[in-house]
């Protein structure tokens, strides 16, 4: 009996190492995939100044150094990322730092 309990319990151990080993190469696949995606929408990103609102911006803008600092809304110095060309779509919105 007790080596019916070892071979099932040394077996079931190889399968779940085996399921798991598929399980994380399928893992890292789908992550490389995500990478590539939004290394993908990052270039089609653009900056776009004065739309802000307060709290709401992105990376380095004005007085602040990071996202979500900006304590005023529409902040000409504040950017947030849109898709490329929406930002002149936007009123008050421009490209470029005032």
Not at 39 to 62: F, H, L, R
């Given at each position: 009996?007790?080596?019916?309990?070892?071979?099932?319990?040394?077996?079931?151990?190889?399968?779940?190492?085996?399921?798991?080993?598929?399980?994380?190469?399928?893992?890292?696949?789908?992550?490389?995939?995500?990478?590539?995606?939004?290394?993908?929408?990052?270039?089609?990103?653009?900056?776009?100044?004065?739309?802000?609102?307060?709290?709401?911006?992105?990376?380095?803008?004005?007085?602040?150094s990071c996202a979500g600092?900006?304590?005023?809304?529409?902040?000409?110095?504040?950017?947030?990322?849109?898709?490329?060309?929406?930002?002149?779509?936007?009123?008050?919105?421009?490209?470029?730092?005032?």
């Amino acid at each position: 009996m007790a080596r019916f309990a070892t071979a099932a319990s040394t077996l079931s151990a190889a399968l779940g190492l085996v399921l798991g080993l598929q399980f994380a190469s399928a893992s890292a696949d789908e992550m490389k995939k995500d990478e590539m995606k939004s290394t993908a929408m990052a270039e089609k990103m653009e900056k776009c100044y004065g739309v802000n609102a307060a709290g709401k911006n992105d990376c380095a803008g004005g007085a602040n150094s990071c996202a979500g600092q900006s304590t005023k809304a529409r902040d000409p110095k504040a950017f947030v990322l849109l898709p490329a060309g929406a930002c002149s779509k936007i009123a008050g919105g421009k490209t470029t730092a005032s």
